[in-house]
């Protein structure tokens, strides 16, 4: 598996697990945590979930899928921003335990920038992190402007992570705040790196064309590319088990200059700044 580095020298898997629509239906809810559970018996063992996913649903199916098994996975979650005072995120943080059935999480994030200031969820975090009720904190969907005012935020360099939207039709990132996390150390974690409705991105006439030559998938090629500069933690979401064992095949493909060229000239890099795609 290929890994990237936190801030504090952990590492962790390149390539993880999403669980957004995990967890809206009850009959479904074994079947998703099977697959979860399959793609961590395939190394895929970072979890992305949110007190937001089917309104703590998504969260007792990671709780399913880690039981008898929480010290292999690696769980992040989320605290809605109207959650996100204070108390509200030490609140928050209990209620998803509880849900997840664990006592800690690995990388706690606020989901995106809402009314509360941030001195006030980093005191949340602060307060969870000495209760050892979560390990590290993060943020989500912040861009560059919002992630130099956190930097400049009492505590505020301790930020472990920034998940934001990443895949080949959607690299605006690439411009600025992806070098600007780079600079710190900070991996970025890739949200709908299949691009959520994988059409556009799995039908990509250069993706295809790549896949064909290493005899991959799209879907392989699609991610390895997100995971290309070794600063980026992919978390593709897959309820269906021939999709995770599809997605765990990326993990062992390198793209090459050429190939990365043909996916340039399709999907052009950013030659300017653009505001953070959001989902
Ligand atoms: N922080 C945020 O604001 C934010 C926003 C969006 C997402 N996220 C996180 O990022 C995760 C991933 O993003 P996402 O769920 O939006 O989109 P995604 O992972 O880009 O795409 C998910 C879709 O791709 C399908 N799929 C998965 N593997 C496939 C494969 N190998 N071939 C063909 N289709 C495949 C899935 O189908 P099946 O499920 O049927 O297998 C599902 O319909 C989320 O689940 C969530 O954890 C975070």
Known sequence: MKTVTLPGGET??????????????????????????????????LIDTAEMYASG??????????AGQRDRVFIVSKVLPSNASRCGTVAACERSLRRLATDRIDLYLLHWM??????????????????????????????????????AEPGGGACAANQVLYHV?????????????????????????????????????????VAGRHGATPAQVALAWTMRSGQVISIPKAANPAHVRDNAGAAALTLTAAD???????HRPPSA???????
């Not at 705040?177 to 991996?187: N, T």
């Open 260 to 266: 990365l060229a043909e996916i340039d000239a399709e």
């Open 169 to 209: 039709a959607s690299r605006g990132i690439e411009f600025d705040l992806l070098p600007w996390c780079g600079k710190r150390g900070m991996p970025v974690m890739a949200y709908s790196p299949l691009g959520h409705d994988v059409r556009r991105v799995l039908g990509a006439k250069s993706i295809r064309a």
């Open 273 to 279: 700044k653009r505001p953070l795609d959001i989902l």
């Open 12 to 45: 962790v898997p390149a390539l993880g697990q999403g669980t957004w629509y995990m967890g809206e239906r009850r009959d479904a809810a074994e079947q998703e945590a099977d697959a979860l559970r399959l793609g961590i018996d395939l190394r895929m063992t």
């Open 114 to 151: 809402g009314g509360y200031p941030l001195s006030e969820t980093l005191a949340g975090f602060a307060d969870l992190q000495k209760a050892g009720k979560i390990r590290y904190w993060g943020v989500s969907n912040l861009d560059t402007d919002e992630m130099a005012d956190l930097a």
């Open 57 to 66: 649903g998504a969260e007792r199916v990671v709780a399913r899928a880690v």
